[in-house]
């Protein structure tokens, strides 16, 4: 079974960068595709960035396209999002989601999830 810890969620000024960290656990981890969720307060969880078991792609959602990046170490079993012109708006939760298939991470589906990391911009 493959387990995801988030980290790197802050407290950061609007227009800043911020890097998050997903990383896996599980002897199998290196073979699932990951990828990245936004959910604001009482909103649905937003598709991010996902990348496949081998990193290939990433693919972004069309709106974070110029302000992120998704990265993958497979030796560290770790993904990173790079998020750069970090927008004032309210605290929002970055889920990471491994699956087995790349397409059932970005339509949402993923069997795995993380906890989640906190971001909050402030302007």
């Known amino acids: 079974q493959v387990s995801l810890v988030e980290s790197g969620g802050e407290l950061v000024q609007a227009g800043g960068s911020l890097t998050l960290s997903c990383v896996a656990s599980?002897?199998?981890?290196?073979?699932?595709?990951m990828g990245w969720f936004r959910q604001p307060p009482g909103k649905e969880r937003d598709f991010v960035a996902a990348?496949?078991?081998?990193?290939?792609?990433?693919y972004y959602a069309d709106s974070v396209k110029g302000r992120i990046t998704l990265s993958r170490d497979n030796a560290k079993n770790t993904v990173y999002l790079h998020i750069d012109s970090l927008k004032p708006e309210a605290p929002a939760l970055y889920y990471c989601?491994?699956?087995?298939?790349?397409?059932?991470?970005?339509?949402?589906?993923?069997?795995?999830w993380g906890q989640g990391t906190q971001v909050t911009v402030s302007s």
């Open positions: 599980g002897r199998t981890a290196n073979l699932y595709a």
């Open positions: 990348v496949t078991s081998g990193g290939a792609g990433p």
């Open positions: 989601a491994a699956d087995m298939s790349f397409g059932t991470v970005v339509a949402g589906g993923s069997t795995v």
